[in-house]
């Protein structure tokens, strides 16, 4: 069984991921002499950086996603809505879940990394993290659904478990998930009930570092403190999460921080096809490689975006969206230009262009390296953090939808996407499913300063 | 436990149900002396007659939904997400789930009604029907799965499961179903596919009655044969369906057809909370209602929309978003003039402005009874539908991105909002779920034709 797409001798380029890198090299691709097969679980490419505004109800999944098919339409490429089980490298084969075997001549990998709950899957249905289109309209559903038991709950006895939300992690995602609920309950539903106050809500993350945003400079971890301040949202630091359990989360291995919603920002692996290659990887599962993004002894393999483990400059390359479409745009060039006997001359090589992560409506912190180096924080950042977001979206058709959304519910503190799809379960909000008894309805305060 | 928002002697309106009927209801009441709660088991209202445009791809679900919460922002109203468990008519009570007991001078039921299997439940599964926007995107992800699944069978077997699709029932939602399907296949998703040709999908519309489109005119049932046959849509009428199996249908007892994806639009019963109130109820589960709508002996209750079994000129009213919202209207009116000391005047009369249904891309019959009186067919009858929704659509925000995404999708053929969340799993489609071995590739004309 082969791939080809149009026969002959043309080279067989194999593609595993559909995100960031996988797409990029498919596009460096487009005009060689080869025959490209991209192959990923899903039929679409998901913007990941927006995916919290999925999950907090500004935006809906269509506007930050794409059928894979549509977004590429060279007459060289094939898409394959498939999941690879098994690689033989010697034979340069792989195998998928459907039982077709693929042979390559160059194989692209770029699966990307999953939530690690570090040995601890059962927190998984009880914090839910935020990789995927499911994973945010999940949290969007409980989010949104533990204000409508609250209300309920209101009605009948006069009183609801606290509206405290916990977030896992004080990473760029933790930010942005703690800043979005503080907004959403402050701001965007508080006409829409009648019997509880949205704004009660307490929002708190738990991060078990020193700092929230550790990749970030000093001055801006700092600003970033105080945007969330003003907007409410607790940080502890220094704190390690030690259970998840429906309803609460324990500290320290011995605080009990009731949650009525906890969320998972805390820990990524890399996806296990890494592994299955059976060359050496980091203990994140990552695929260590050389300058060229192969792993040792396979010059026909590249490995790309948040699944490598790669280094630029003497320094790890981070696994956000920049570094790996460099990466798939590197390795696409490489195939194409040796397809035409020539050889690529650079090395990889990441152009950090900076970084930034939103805390809400109007705050933001930029540490911006290109194309000019500066820190900014608050409205300037969130404003240029806008900017970029849209301008990355070029070539996905919903851009303008995503900004009409956008400047709609900036402006009018309005509606968004607020569905609530789905059961009207919440682990931990029922007395029954909470092995401790009800919910105390002390505050997160009370708790966090003993 | 009381539910009222401003206490006092205000009387207290119970509405169960967000649909049209409820939402009217609720509006018609919105400047009344009255204290209003309006329970729904959903936190959105969902516009139904778009239903199918999420389930085919065009639409996002937060296009055609909004939430309830946002839409009635009246201060004598308040909202409740919750389910009715049963009712005390005597003591004018009703139970929801959560155990709140929420007491009522007024009733107004209005859950509308669910699909029907003819206590084949066991079918539901097999062949999802079209209610809730849940619905929608299963309904979308099996249909555009059997296409994924199909290019990577053919790529490895260089074989596929015929891609025929199976419509049961003939209704205006069946008609749109199948349309929709072969728009999709035939012109939408074509050049997205290396290995299949998308376009010899078969999609047929198994009907038991001798007639499609059963409330329409006979010239108009003959048109929307002709528009099907256009779109290579088959119809087989007088062909009772006798077992949907994982792959296939059984149709009279003896022949079997197969199916990647059978949908159900056969038959609706009225919502169990009809059932629940104690009085007379049809066949279907509806309420027998009188002129003003209410059950024998209970002033004090208004059933609506489909729930209602209700007559208007000596003809029955039909289950449709029209009539839905004129009762709403007029019960809400009713329960206003009562508490001022008024009495509505005239009984309930059902302006019926006509029916349309769409048949695909610039394809519809449309029973025009208002403001004049005609049939129009194929792209007249496709505009005005067109028309008619955009204009119900007022009061949702997205009527702008709502016309924006037709107007993409029918200019460029492309997009959408194709995405497939969940599982990759179809019954039927792998060997092993199927209990009577692997599918014939057999086309629906070969076996319809004996």
Tied chains: 1, 2.
């Excluded at 996988?22 to 913007?47: C, I, M, P, Q, W």
């Excluded at 549509?70 to 498939?82: I, K």
């Excluded at 879940?97 to 693929?102: A, D, E, F, P």
């Excluded at 570092?209 to 801006?220: C, F, R, V």
Aim: net charge negative; hydrophobic share 45%.
């Amino acid at each position: 069984m082969t791939n080809g797409v149009t026969g002959g001798i043309r080279k067989r380029v194999l593609i595993v991921g559909g995100g960031f890198a996988g797409l990029k090299a498919a596009e460096a691709l487009a005009d060689a002499e080869v025959n490209v097969t991209l192959v990923d679980r899903r039929n679409h490419h998901t913007f990941q950086p927006l995916l919290y505004q999925v999950a907090l109800a500004v935006l809906s999944p269509a506007d930050i996603a794409q059928p894979i098919r549509a977004m590429l339409r060279s007459p060289n490429t094939q898409v394959l809505m498939d999941e690879v089980t098994g690689f033989d490298t010697a034979a340069r084969r792989a195998t998928l879940k459907s039982g077709t075997v693929l042979e390559y001549d160059y194989l692209i990998l770029a699966t990307g990394s999953t939530h690690s709950y570090f040995g601890k899957d059962e927190w998984e249905h009880l914090a839910p993290g935020l990789k995927t289109i499911e994973d945010a309209v999940e949290i969007r559903r409980r989010v949104l659904l533990a204000f409508e038991l609250a209300e309920g709950q209101m009605q009948e006895t006069g009183r609801h478990p606290a509206l405290n939300f916990v977030v896992i992690g004080g990473g760029p995602t933790g930010v942005e998930l703690a800043g979005a609920i503080s907004d959403i309950a402050k701001l965007y539903i508080r006409r829409d009930f009648k019997h509880i106050d949205p704004a009660t809500a307490r929002v708190l993350i738990v991060e078990g570092s020193p700092t929230i945003l550790g990749a970030y400079p000093e001055d801006l971890q700092q600003s970033a403190l105080k945007q969330l301040a003003e907007l409410d949202v607790q940080v502890r630091t220094n704190t390690r999460v030690t259970d998840v359990q429906p309803g609460y989360v324990v500290v320290d291995g011995h605080e009990r921080i009731d949650s009525v919603v906890t969320l998972w920002a805390a820990g990524v692996q890399a996806s296990p096809l890494g592994k299955l290659l059976g060359v050496e990887v980091d203990k994140r599962g990552a695929v260590l490689v050389d300058e060229q993004l192969h792993p040792v002894g396979h010059p026909e393999i590249f490995v790309c975006g948040d699944l490598a483990h790669a280094m630029s400059e003497g320094k790890p390359v981070p696994g956000v969206a920049q570094p790996a479409m460099q990466m798939g745009d590197y390795a696409g060039k490489t195939i194409a230009l040796e397809v035409k006997g020539e050889k690529m001359k650079k090395p990889f090589h990441y152009h950090d262009k900076g970084d930034m992560a939103t805390i809400g409506r109007s705050a933001a912190v930029a540490n911006v390296k290109w194309p000019f180096k500066g820190h900014l924080s608050g409205f300037p950042a969130w404003i240029s953090w806008l900017v970029v977001h849209i301008f990355f979206l070029i070539g996905f058709r919903n851009r303008l939808s995503v900004f009409r959304n956008w400047a709609w519910t900036y402006l009018f503190f309005t509606d968004g996407s607020r569905l609530i799809t789905g059961d009207m379960q919440l682990p931990g909000w029922d007395v029954e499913d909470n092995p401790q008894g009800a919910l105390t309805t002390k505050p997160i305060e009370a708790v966090s300063q003993p």
